[in-house]
């Protein structure tokens, strides 16, 4: 049960950016309300992403001290013999579903700006906010699938465009949120007379985070966002790739240096932004235990007409890339969950992994399994009570 002292801060901006919780590392649980999550595998105990599931994952990890969900905002699967994403929850009403069901974790909307009108959107959350007493989070996407907006009969914008139209997007939502009666004129908005009542709870806002990957999506990230989720599997799988021993120290000081420079151009912006990566768990008694399920779920069971689409959507196809490069660049998306840090290991290794990321000034880790209800229990019995023994999260 949430204690009163962290109660008392539900809707403080303090709170809802530090999730309510004292733990210096976040946890939170990636892609749960989509079909396969994050491993595009056929293996048959694949995440189906139903209500009842997520419905029981939340509550599960409520009572472990999770901090958070975070949702996949995704309208349209990939294909592949699974229909990679195929089946989804739409996120924002999935998290009022669950922010009604538990009592203290942050639940995450995942929202496609050029998608939803900003008055519905920004009512939608507070709505949830309401429901949650403050734990609503927004995860803001600019948007980068084609055929997901072809789906809808909206044109995407050019890359810079994106997050010019994004700016104004959230800069109407927060105007709404703040309470005041505004006319909104903007290039893309022209809004007469807007009044949207409540406010989110505490007269603050929803946590907001954002994922962009370009240089412009980051400074759309820093000049808007409290968190911003980078991808760091790179450090990692480039030592794992090679015959070479691994040089600790080398991806050590890679991941410190992509966060370094994260939170010095947030500095630039005036702001002190939580950074934060994402990953697969894969946690077993043995590390050759742990291996070999992580090669036989991800790799030898790979959906690989999901993993070709996907790569196609990023511009990398056998036409345009020598066979090798293609095989290595298939292999390493599958193995790694498409594209986290491979938490692959014992509880000792698992816990050692998130600590280095820790020590290398992450907030947190968003993580995903290959199937949460199966996998989860043993991680939050094994995982988290190291991570506390480390001072890296308060006990549960
Ligand atoms: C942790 C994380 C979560 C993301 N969530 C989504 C999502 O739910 N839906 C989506 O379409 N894109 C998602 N993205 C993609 C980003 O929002 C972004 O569009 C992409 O990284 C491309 O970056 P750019 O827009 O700067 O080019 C996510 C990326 C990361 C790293």
Not at 193 to 203: I, L, M
Not at 300 to 325: F, S, V
Request: with cysteine.
């Amino acid at each position: 049960m949430q204690d009163a002292a962290i109660a008392a801060q539900n809707g403080s901006m303090r709170g809802r950016v530090t999730m309510y919780t004292a733990n210096a590392l976040k946890i939170g649980l990636f892609g749960a309300n989509c079909s396969s999550a994050r491993t595009a595998t056929l293996v048959p105990e694949r995440w189906l992403a139903t209500w009842t599931d997520c419905l029981k994952l939340a509550r599960l990890a409520d009572e472990a001290g999770i901090d958070f969900l975070l949702p996949i905002g995704r309208w349209k699967g990939y294909g592949g013999e699974s229909d990679f994403h195929g089946t989804t929850l739409e996120t924002v009403t999935w998290a009022c579903g669950l922010l009604a069901a538990t009592q203290r974790i942050t639940v995450f909307g995942t929202v496609h700006a050029p998608l939803f009108h900003p008055l519905i959107a920004a009512k939608e959350m507070v709505t949830a906010d309401h429901i949650g007493n403050g734990r609503f989070g927004l995860n803001l996407v600019a948007g980068w699938n084609e055929g997901e907006f072809a789906m809808f009969g909206v044109a995407q914008r050019d890359h810079e465009e994106r997050y010019e139209f994004a700016q104004e997007w959230i800069d109407v939502i927060k105007r709404a949120w703040s309470g005041d009666e505004f006319d909104f004129d903007g290039r893309y908005f022209k809004l007469a007379g807007v009044r949207a009542k409540p406010r989110p709870v505490g007269g603050t806002r929803p946590i907001i985070m954002n994922a962009g990957q370009s240089g412009t999506g980051q400074a759309f990230a820093m000049r808007n966002c409290d968190a911003f989720f980078t991808s760091t599997s790179g450090a990692r799988l480039a030592a794992a790739g090679t015959s070479q021993a691994v040089d600790e120290e080398q991806v050590f000081n890679r991941i410190l240096k992509q966060v370094n420079d994260i939170k010095g151009e947030g500095r630039k912006h005036g702001r002190d932004i939580e950074v934060y990566t994402q990953g697969q768990v894969i946690c077993r008694p043995t590390q050759r235990e742990a291996e070999e399920y992580q090669r036989h779920a991800n790799v030898d069971h790979a959906d690989w007409g999901a993993i070709d689409q996907m790569l196609a959507l990023k511009h990398i196809t056998p036409r345009n890339t020598a066979a090798d490069e293609f095989k290595a660049k298939r292999t390493m998306m599958a193995s790694s969950g498409i594209g986290g840090y491979p938490f692959v290991g014992t509880p000792d290794k698992v816990a050692a992994e998130f600590a280095l990321l820790g020590r290398a000034g992450f907030r947190g880790l968003a993580v995903s399994f290959v199937n949460y209800l199966n996998d989860a229990p043993y991680f939050c019995d094994e995982v988290l009570p190291r991570l506390a023994r480390m001072g890296l999260r308060a006990r549960n």
